[in-house]
C-alpha cells in the first residue's frame, strides 16, 4: 500500500470514526441526565475527549499532509504529533472530571435507572468497538492514529464497565457502583493519557524511534563492503512514523567523486528498504573527519 493511499484509508477511518461518535455523544449525555447515571455522565466526558480528540486528529492528518515550503522545509510532519499531545492532554482533564464527580457520588449514591443505563451501554459498545476495529486497521506506526484508536479502546473498556454497573443496579439495586466504576474509567483514561503523552514528548525531544535500534543501523552501514567507517550517526523521528537519519560515512580507498555517490545511494536504499527510512543524509568522507572540540573549552596546557 503506497503512502498516499494509507493516509486516504486513515483520514477516511477518522472520518467514519467521527461521525459515529459525535451522534452517539447526544445519546449519551442524554441517557445520562434522564437516568441519573454519573456512570454515563463520565462515559460521555470521555466520548467528548474522543470527538474533540478525532476531530483535532483529522486536522492534523490533513495537515501533515500538505507538501514542504521555504519555511517549513519538511512540511507540517510534526502537526500529528501535537495532535497527539493535545489528545493526551484532553484525555488528562477527562480524568480529573470523572474523579471530581465521582467522588462526591461515593458517600452519596442517587438513584440510577439499571435499564436505561444497560441500553445506552450497549448501543455505545458497539460503537465504540467498530470504531476502534476501524482505526486499528489504518493506524499504522502513526502516533495521531495511535491516539484515536486508543480513545475507541478506552471508551469500550468503558462501555463494558458502565452495562456492569447497570446489570448491579438491575439485579441488586447496587446504585454505589454507579460511581465506583466511574472512577475504575478514569484510572484507565489517565493510564491512557501518561502512556501517549510520553511517546509523544519522546518524538519532539528527537528521541530514536522506538522500533529503530541504532547501534542495528549504524552496523548495517558498516556492514557494506565500501565502507570503512561510521561516526556521528543521529536518528529521530519527523513524525511518529517517519524515521530520518543523518550520519558520517568513511568510504573506503582513494574513490572517486561519482564512485563516492554510487556507494551513498546504495547505502540509502537499503536504509530505506531494511528500515524504512526514507529520509537519509548521508556525509561521505574519504578520511576521517576530526572531533571539534566545544567552544567552551580552554586551551589545553
Given amino acids: 500500500m503506497t503512502d498516499l493511499h494509507h493516509r486516504y484509508e486513515q483520514a477516511r477511518a477518522l472520518k467514519l470514526s467521527l461521525l459515529a461518535n459525535g451522534l452517539f455523544l447526544g445519546v449519551e449525555v442524554a441517557g445520562g441526565l434522564i437516568f441519573g ?4 455522565l463520565a462515559d460521555a466526558a470521555h466520548m467528548l475527549s474522543d470527538v474533540g480528540g478525532l476531530a483535532i486528529a483529522l486536522v492534523a492528518h490533513r495537515l501533515l499532509s500538505r507538501p514542504s515550503s521555504a519555511r517549513h522545509t519538511y512540511g507540517l510532519q510534526r502537526a500529528e504529533v501535537l495532535g497527539a499531545q493535545i489528545n493526551g492532554i484532553l484525555l488528562l482533564a477527562a480524568a480529573g472530571w470523572i474523579f471530581y464527580e465521582a467522588v462526591h457520588r461515593v458517600g452519596d449514591p442517587v438513584e440510577v435507572a439499571g435499564g436505561g443505563l444497560v441500553a445506552v451501554a450497549v ?3 458497539l460503537i465504540n468497538i467498530g470504531s476502534a476495529v476501524i482505526l486499528g486497521r489504518s493506524k499504522g506506526g502513526s502516533l495521531n492514529m495511535r491516539a484515536a484508536f486508543l480513545h475507541m479502546v478506552m471508551d469500550a473498556i468503558g462501555s463494558v464497565g458502565v452495562l456492569a454497573a447497570g446489570i448491579a443496579i438491575i439485579v441488586w439495586d447496587a446504585t454505589w457502583v ?6 475504575g474509567i478514569g484510572f484507565l483514561v489517565l493510564w ?6 510520553r511517546a509523544t514528548a519522546h518524538v519532539l525531544m528527537e528521541g530514536s524511534p522506538r522500533d529503530l535500534d541504532p547501534v542495528v543501523v549504524e552496523d548495517a552501514i558498516r556492514a557494506d563492503p565500501a565502507v570503512e567507517g561510521v561516526h556521528h550517526v543521529h536518528l529521530w523521528s519527523l513524525a511518529s512514523d517517519t524515521p530520518a ?3 558520517h560515512v568513511q ?11 554510487i556507494d551513498g545511494q546504495r547505502i540509502e536504499e537499503m536504509l530505506r528498504e531494511r528500515f524504512g527510512i526514507d529520509h537519509a543524509t548521508l556525509q561521505l568522507e574519504c578520511d576521517p573527519c576530526e572531533e571539534i572540540q566545544p567552544s567552551h573549552q580552554g586551551p589545553q596546557t
Fill in 37 to 40: 447515571s454519573l456512570a454515563l
Fill in 192 to 197: 491512557s493519557a501518561w502512556d501517549l503523552l
Fill in 245 to 247: 537519519l543523518s550520519a
Fill in 251 to 261: 568510504v573506503a580507498g582513494d574513490r572517486s567523486l561519482h564512485d563516492a555517490q
Fill in 178 to 183: 454507579d460511581p465506583v466504576v466511574s472512577i
Fill in 123 to 125: 448501543i455505545g459498545l
